[in-house]
Nanobody, 125 residues
């Protein structure tokens, strides 16, 4: 069983930065593709960023490209999301997700098998 625990959310002013972390239990973390998703009130959960099992490939939603960076540390079983130049429209609950997959980056939430509980990010204007 894989468990994911997010941390690092909070309240920040527009233009500020936050770093989200996701700690993943299990001995096979390096075989999982990882992703970050977010869900704002009244909206569908959407893809934000993803990274392959090796960490060599990443992919971002157009809305965050150039501002957010996803990274993973397979030795520490963690994946992070560095968020810079935050905007009020980035406000949402952010979720970490894992999928046993050795291919390319996964962007579809239905392809992920495991999810964290979410962490709130609020950006004030």
């Amino acid at each position: 069983q894989v468990q994911l625990v997010e941390s690092g959310g909070g309240l920040v002013q527009a233009g500020g930065s936050l770093r989200l972390s996701c700690a993943v239990s299990g001995r096979t973390f390096s075989t999982y593709a990882m992703g970050w998703f977010r869900q704002a009130p009244g909206k569908e959960r959407e893809f934000v960023a993803g990274v392959t099992w090796s960490g060599r490939s990443t992919y971002y939603a157009d809305s965050v490209k150039g501002r957010f960076t996803i990274s993973r540390d397979n030795a520490k079983n963690t994946v992070s999301l560095q968020m810079n130049s935050l905007k009020p429209e980035d406000t949402a609950v952010y979720y970490c997700a894992a999928d046993w997959w050795l291919g390319g980056v996964r962007t579809n939430k239905d392809e992920y098998d495991y999810w964290g509980q979410g962490t709130q990010v609020t950006v004030s204007s």
